[in-house]
């Protein structure tokens, strides 16, 4: 339990000095009271400070070594500094003196620079939301309401904590879905690099040798020999390709028609449809209730969470849901005008309407859609590790089966 230091007065002349533990600053001051005494200065005393400090999660920055110039702030180093601040907060240590430790520790240099300027801000007399709006890049919409109404709410301790536990659960999610896809990937690259070895060094090796027999080619080995001289000679259009596709789809500024077009295609797809729909069900249904949770009224709650969801698809049918609440419509009622929205959802949002808790069965739902979602994750991978790998045994069989197709009529021929 933290220890407070304290200096008061015993009647009109005495100042005395000593410490009190207690949970909270106001208990301390209610303890100092029941003594007898009138509290002048309360302040946290340096080993509780320090064994907050000590307590903090372990932090490593996920660009240590990197050039300050080419780092970023990644989910990673927002994670750790959010578990640290709640820690720190939750431990009782005041809000401007928790961001100065974090400072100090923050091996991420943009973001040291960026809890700098925090500090400043806070010194100035600004909000910590306000102090975080200023870098909408490294602090999501989401995650500055959910501060501001944690500073409104006299709860921010509690805020943090559960910003944290929410984007650990996230990053979890993420992480199974890309160790899932890490094995079909690997034969993916390895079956590319065997196929263009085979092409570019091993087709050219055997074609003078067919060239000496003078003898007419089968298609199949016509086409091999195609598809090779078109890679040795012009490999540098592939690689324009390549730059081109990655250029367009980190452009951020796609037209929002564009947008919704692919995103509608996105959710069509067989099977990965489905594992997108459910995915953005779960992200949605986590991330409402956690604003729920933090006393975020509903009309606001949704509000907040339609530009954190990265599909217009979805956008646009919660801009709808939103328009409803705004001249009274119920949450479920609205959602149920739409197809896009499953029965199981509306209906377990109608049943929390109903009994008070909405709250807690968003919550419910979450779980259930992000346990469908490593479901289908298990299926999509045990489906395309044997896809991958016949359609990479059929591509080198072709190749090796136009090359060896030769050999067999030339030894043919010498019978």
């Known amino acids: 339990m933290p220890i407070f230091v304290y200096k008061a007065k015993n009647g009109p002349q005495e100042i005395i000095e000593g410490t009190v533990e207690a949970g909270t600053k106001e208990a301390a001051v209610s303890k100092i009271e029941q003594m007898g005494y009138v509290p002048i200065r309360l302040s946290l005393k340096e080993e509780s400070r320090t064994d907050a400090v000590r307590n903090l999660p372990a932090a490593k920055s996920s660009t240590a070594g990197h050039s300050g110039m080419f780092e970023r702030v990644g989910s990673y180093d927002l994670n750790v500094f959010t578990e640290q601040l709640a820690t720190l907060v939750k431990s009782k240590v005041p809000l401007f003196e928790s961001i100065n430790i974090l400072s100090s520790q923050t091996e991420n240099r943009k973001l040291r620079q960026i809890v700098n300027s925090i500090s400043a801000d806070l010194k100035d007399g600004r909000t910590l939301s306000e102090a975080l709006s200023k870098y909408p890049q490294v602090f999501p919409l989401l995650y500055v309401n959910m501060v501001r109404s944690g500073e409104s709410g006299g709860v921010l301790d509690e805020t943090l904590t559960r910003l944290a536990r929410f984007r650990e659960e996230q990053e979890e999610v993420k992480a199974n879905i890309s160790s899932a896809l890490a094995y079909p990937i690997f034969i993916i690259i390895v079956g590319l690099i065997t196929i263009i070895v085979l092409l570019t060094f091993g087709i050219p090796r055997l074609v003078s040798m067919f060239t000496e027999a003078k003898q007419a080619l089968p298609l199949p080995t016509r086409m091999l020999i195609s598809i090779s001289n078109g890679i040795r000679h012009y490999w540098y259009l592939g690689l324009i390709f390549i730059a081109l596709l990655v250029s367009m789809l980190k452009q951020k500024q796609v037209s929002k028609k564009t947008k919704t077009i692919l995103d509608n295609l996105k959710l069509k797809l067989p099977l990965l449809g489905n594992f997108n729909k459910k995915a953005m069900l779960a992200e949605f249904t986590r991330t409402f209730a956690l604003l729920l949770a933090n006393g975020v009224p509903v009309l606001e709650a949704i509000q907040i969470t339609i530009p954190t969801i990265n599909n217009e ?8 849901v939103h328009s409803d609440l705004i ?4 949450l479920s009622q609205s959602m149920k005008k739409s197809n896009w929205f499953p029965p199981f959802l509306t209906n377990m949002i109608a049943v929390g309407e109903r009994g008070g808790n909405l709250q ?34 059929l591509i080198v069989g072709f190749i090796v089966m136009a090359m060896l197709l030769p050999i067999f009529e030339i030894n043919m021929g010498i019978k």
């Open 313 to 320: 698809v979805f956008k646009l049918e919660l801009e709808k």
């Open 327 to 330: 001249v009274g419509t119920p």
């Open 360 to 393: 807690e069965v968003l919550l419910e739902v979450a779980v259930f859609y992000e346990r469908e979602v490593r479901k289908l994750n298990k299926i999509m991978t045990s489906l395309l590790e044997p896809a991958i790998i016949l359609v990479m045994g």
